[in-house]
């Protein structure tokens, strides 16, 4: 896998496509906020459906899981056979999925809606990924942060939309989001032109081969060491995005409408720190931004579960801002291992690591039902702790530099 020279194109930081950035940031915001609906309706299927904790942990299960399973695959076979149209009919998979939530007249249906949703996530994310890479001109960092950053602005949306629009209107309305969908798929196809034209250009040029400066094994540990590290921030986001509207709801008596906006304030301090996040990684290193990102995380994540309302508020914007912008540069940490699988690397780190914090959130659900959910965030505040395992990572700053 790693033994072998990738041919990749490196321009300069001039040729920087922001355009085309821009654009899939842009649809990355449509697609997650699709997803970050079906979290933030959370109470309002609740008490629809008369749903238990584990119903909605399952919920978050399938969407993630469905998400997981496909993405790895749609990197590799997309790596081997580039399919830049793939993207808007990703995004319609995510609109019939809105509708189906929408007018879901049985559980069984929730979750297939949630499932459809994932394999729009699946198609989408895998490719987008890489176009951002392709368009960064050396600037991998700002490139996937520009690109995440539309994705957590999504998610921060979608608690606010739920709050003001689907809590007010119903379950029904979710199918207003279709428009954003359809403006998304027209956007999406100029971007599939565009990257066909980049990979004519780039077929017509010689590029300099790029070897992976480390032995299979050492790669393969790394790539572990990456995935744990993903799993232990998706697990703790997990935690926040399924149940921080009931912990608040259950400990400070808020309103529903409250405990979103909530919500909302981690998601956006979540979106500007994986903003920073990437930049700051091509400037300092990123195994230098993941360690501060994941281990500095830490005394914040031990003080939550003790803290009161106000105290609540600003820890988990800090969280947000904080353990967010490891994910750029674990995403380009992995690429810079594995030249010449962008698409698989995204699609593992998008997916399966995702995949796994779906399998927390269900399981929390059931720690949940069993033992209170305050006691969800006692056992989820050591999850950082896992961010200790950073030291096993090469230091692929210094190879750079030695080459």
């Not at 490139?143 to 921060?156: D, E, I, K, T, Y």
Request: glycine letters at 10%; charged letters at 10%.
């Amino acid at each position: 896998m790693t033994d072998t020279t990738a041919p990749v194109a490196r321009p300069s930081a001039a040729a920087t496509t922001f355009t085309v950035i821009l654009a899939v940031s842009f649809c990355h915001g449509v697609n997650d906020i699709m997803q970050s609906l079906l979290a933030a309706i959370y109470p309002l299927l609740k008490d629809n459906y008369g749903l238990d904790f584990w119903q909605i942990g399952l919920l978050t299960f399938t969407f993630q899981l469905t998400a997981s399973l496909l993405q790895p695959v749609v990197g590799w076979v997309t790596d081997k056979r580039p399919m830049p149209y793939s993207l808007p009919w990703g995004m319609a998979s995510s609109l019939v999925g809105l509708i189906v939530l929408a007018h879901a007249g049985h559980y069984w249906l929730l979750l297939a809606g949630a499932s459809l949703i994932g394999i729009g996530s699946a198609v989408f994310h895998p490719e987008s990924s890489r176009i951002a890479r392709f368009a960064s001109g050396g600037r991998f960092g700002l490139a996937q942060s520009l690109f995440q950053v539309g994705g957590n602005f999504g998610q921060a949306m979608g608690p606010l939309l739920a709050a003001f629009i689907v809590v007010p209107f119903g379950q029904t309305s979710i199918s207003w989001f279709a428009v954003g969908s359809l403006i998304g798929i027209i956007v999406l196809w100029q971007v599939g032109g565009w990257y066909s034209r980049y990979r004519a250009a780039a077929a017509s040029r010689k590029t300099q081969p790029f070897v992976s400066p480390f032995g299979r094994q050492r790669v393969l540990w790394a790539l572990v060491v990456l995935t744990l590290l993903v799993f232990s921030k998706n697990a703790y986001i997990a935690s926040i995005s399924s149940y921080y509207t009931f912990y608040a709801i259950d400990k400070f008596g808020v309103s529903v409408q409250m405990s979103q906006i909530m919500l909302f304030a981690f998601l956006g301090a979540s979106a500007l720190g994986i903003l920073i996040g990437g930049p700051f990684g091509d400037r300092y290193g990123q195994k230098a931004m993941i360690w501060f990102s994941i281990v500095g995380v830490l005394p914040f994540t031990l003080a939550l579960p003790y803290a009161n309302f106000e105290w609540t508020i600003v820890l988990t914007i800090l969280i947000g801002l904080i353990l967010s912008s490891a994910f750029s540069n674990i995403v380009v940490f992995a690429q810079e291992l594995v030249p010449g699988r962008v698409g698989m690397i995204a699609g593992i780190f998008f997916g399966f690591a995702f995949g796994m914090g779906g399998i927390a959130a269900a399981v929390l659900g059931v720690v949940a039902d069993e033992w209170g959910i305050d006691f969800v965030y006692r056992i989820c505040s050591f999850l950082p702790l896992i961010g200790l395992l950073t030291i096993f990572l090469p230091d692929m700053k210094a190879t750079k530099n030695a080459i």
